[in-house]
């Protein structure tokens, strides 16, 4: 209740602006075995209205995807860092804050879950091919959320396994049993487990996907 957001009878309209940069060297996009996928960004929200809410976001984040064994078995690594910065007198709105859980990050816990100015997050997977089209995997998800980006730490963590469905380029499902501090979650995706949703095209820009 305390929130400065809650003070206003309506949000503020924004002007967003970003500039980003992304090397990719994946084999296949949707289905990658061998290759990596890096991106910095650094966005501007400013508040049209108040200028209460006016904040710089920078962004680094890193994809590396190792074949063994004739690519039999795939160690998939994920790191990612989100930082906040405003001026004195400034707040970002928690609408617009970093969100760390759900079934892209913090596997172990519910979607959104976790929120705050700054956030880190590190993925470890291994996929071992069982059939053609189908691997198991076991994956480790550790991160957490700050206000400020020094307290930033590991300590959120969650583990768990999983099975994949998918062609030579393509993941068309996926299955994964996670468990975190809040318990056991169960998964059912489409979507590769480490598919940024960030480098996709829209019309309008999202605040921020997990």
């Given at each position: 209740p305390g929130d400065i957001v809650f003070a206003l009878?309506?949000?503020?309209?924004?002007l967003h602006s970003q500039a980003s940069v992304t090397t990719d060297t994946r084999d296949f996009a949707g289905h990658p075995t061998r290759g990596g996928l890096y991106r910095a960004a650094v966005a501007r929200f400013t508040d049209r209205?108040?200028?209460?809410?006016s904040f710089k976001r920078y962004e680094v984040e890193g994809a590396q995807f190792i074949p063994v064994a004739g690519s039999r078995v795939v160690f998939a690594l994920h790191g990612w860092a989100v930082a906040s910065d405003?001026?004195?007198?400034?707040?970002?709105?928690?609408?617009?804050?970093?969100?760390?859980?759900?079934?892209?990050?913090l596997r172990g816990y519910a979607d959104?879950?976790?929120?705050?100015?700054?956030?880190?997050?590190?993925?470890?997977?291994?996929?071992?091919a069982m059939m053609t089209h189908v691997d198991a995997a076991v994956f480790w998800?550790?991160?957490?959320?700050?206000?400020?980006?020094?307290?930033?730490?590991?300590?959120k963590r969650s583990w768990g396994a999983g099975f994949r469905i998918h062609s030579r380029r393509q993941t068309y499902a996926r299955i994964d049993m996670a468990r975190g501090d809040?318990?056991?979650?169960?998964?059912?995706?489409?979507?590769?487990?480490l598919n940024l949703n960030r480098l996709?095209?829209?019309?309008a820009p999202v605040p921020f996907v997990p």
């Open positions: 009878p309506d949000q503020p309209s924004f209205d108040t200028g209460i809410f405003s001026n004195a007198g400034q707040h970002v709105p928690f609408y617009l804050q970093p969100s760390l859980g759900g079934h892209n990050s959104y879950r976790f929120h705050d100015r700054n956030m880190l997050l590190v993925n470890a997977e291994a996929r071992i998800d550790a991160g957490n959320v700050a206000a400020q980006f020094g307290d930033l730490n590991l300590d809040e318990g056991w979650r169960f998964m059912f995706r489409l979507t590769d487990p996709m095209r829209r019309t």
